[in-house]
């Protein structure tokens, strides 16, 4: 994949005058395409070109779409950056380096519209067209906000009634802890899994106290009336979980929140920051640090809001989960319980239940457990799609390698005992050395 070290999205996010001191090819020229011409139309366009050759000879804005090879022929490539205005950059890459590589770099789509979001000050547009642009990425907001509360309450009872006509194991744990992997190696290996990131109904702002009062008796019974319920959930470094949970929505769901308005100078100094506030407040809802909040809280009272708040913190955490999710909802306190730090898991019995927390950075170290847990002779561990390997994995890779948080951050990260709970003392030290200047 040496298409990987040629990928500038990182370096253009962070100067896009780099666009500005280039000749521009444009791959693929469909609806991104379009969507992005108003910005890309004011930068040294020299070329445009496209997969599909139905399009070749096509005119897309005063140019004509050529095979690449073409473009190749005719242009010094040495000052060319290719934008893939595509979902299939990967193929297109390859496809391009095997007949030139001496262009200067890839910006993928990802990095375009992060590259926007981040610079919209700097961005080269007319007044009309920068109102059109703002214009655009608020109705985004706006239909996104109208369709975040519809979206919630579907995937709440969904989840409810799964569990209550099915004996699958539950996968029920905190979002970005590989646990789909985990899902998957069951349900290929024969055996059901029904991964849920929550039951308690506090977490989810869309229902009004009424509904939360009858929720709570509904999961209760239904734990009851089960015969054996087997859970598994995980745990992970906190600050890798929210850097991946960050990239993860970013730049789709993002639309002008107030995390874009505050004009990101530099990526690693304010993904820092934004870290610091706490993405996850709602782990179902990585948004509304984002200008959600009044939308989601729309139907729950004050006294609940500020109930929920006692419960959770002011960020949703590892400690708030078993809190709000193993407590409050199976009964099970996970920090009553010792955790084996060295082997990285420990089994929990109470009642009809019986919980495997696992780390998930020795994840991979314990497929035989997770096989005699679950009774699932053919499992095995499927890998899925990292943080690292999406599209946005450009970005994510140079964040994680680059990003250098303060001390401060450190301590109001690591000092606590929910995470001592699960890593050992050497572990903690390696996790602040990794996001700390120890690691330059």
């Given at each position: 994949m040496r298409f990987k070290?040629?990928?500038?999205?990182?370096e253009v996010i962070q100067d896009i005058s780099l666009l500005e001191k280039s000749q521009l090819i444009i791959y693929g020229v469909s609806s991104s395409a379009e969507r992005f011409w108003p910005i890309v139309k004011n930068y040294n366009i020299v070329g445009c070109s496209d997969g599909n050759t139905n399009r070749i000879g096509f005119d897309f804005h005063g140019y004509k779409v050529e095979g690449f090879k073409e473009l190749s022929n005719r242009l010094d490539f040495k000052e060319v950056i290719i934008l893939i205005l595509s979902v299939y950059a990967e193929d297109i890459m390859e496809f391009c380096l095997n007949i030139s590589d001496e262009m200067k770099g890839f910006v993928t789509l990802f990095g375009l519209q992060y590259t926007c979001l981040v610079n919209q000050k700097k961005l080269k547009l007319e007044t009309e067209q920068r109102k059109e642009y703002k214009k655009y990425w608020q109705q985004k907001l706006y239909i996104e906000k109208q369709r975040i509360n519809g979206y919630y309450r579907h995937s709440y009872y969904r989840g409810i009634s799964f569990f209550q006509t099915s004996n699958d194991v539950l996968i029920y744990t905190l979002g970005k802890v590989a646990t789909t992997?985990?899902?998957?190696?069951l349900r290929e290996g024969g055996c059901g899994a029904l991964r849920v990131e929550g039951f308690s109904p506090y977490l989810y702002y869309i229902l009004d106290d009424d509904e939360i009062k009858i929720c709570q008796d509904l999961i209760h019974s239904i734990i009851?009336?089960?015969?054996?319920?087997?859970?598994?959930?995980?745990?992970?470094?906190?600050?890798?979980r929210d850097i991946s949970a960050l990239m993860y929505v970013l730049p789709e769901k993002l639309w002008g929140g107030d995390f874009v308005s505050n004009?990101?100078?530099?990526?690693?100094?304010d993904l820092g920051k934004y870290v610091k506030k706490g993405l996850l407040n709602n782990?179902?809802?990585?948004?509304?640090n984002c200008g959600y909040d009044s939308v989601i809280t729309a139907n729950m009272s004050e006294n609940m809001k500020e109930e929920i708040l006692k419960k959770r913190g002011e960020r949703y955490s590892i400690s708030s989960f078993f809190e709000l999710e193993l407590k409050d909802v199976f009964g099970i306190d996970v920090f009553a319980y010792p955790f084996d730090k060295d082997r990285g898991?420990?089994?929990i019995s109470s009642n009809n239940i019986e919980c495997l927390v696992l780390k998930q950075e020795k994840l991979w170290e314990l497929e035989s457990v997770i096989r005699e847990f679950t009774k699932c002779t053919e499992?095995?561990?499927?890998?899925?799609?990292?943080a690292s390997q999406r599209l946005s994995g450009y970005v994510y890779q140079k964040v994680v390698d680059n990003i250098i948080l303060s001390d401060e951050m450190l301590d109001w990260y690591y000092s606590n005992n929910s995470i001592s709970h699960f890593y050992s003392e050497e572990e903690i030290l390696e996790f602040r050395a990794k996001w700390s200047k120890c690691k330059k």
């Open positions: 070290e040629r990928v500038i999205d990182y992997a985990i899902a998957l190696g009851k009336e089960k015969e054996k319920v087997k859970i598994i959930t995980c745990v992970r470094d906190p600050i890798a004009a990101i100078s530099e990526v690693s100094e782990i179902n809802s990585p948004l509304s898991y420990s089994i499992f095995v561990l499927k890998e899925r799609f990292s």
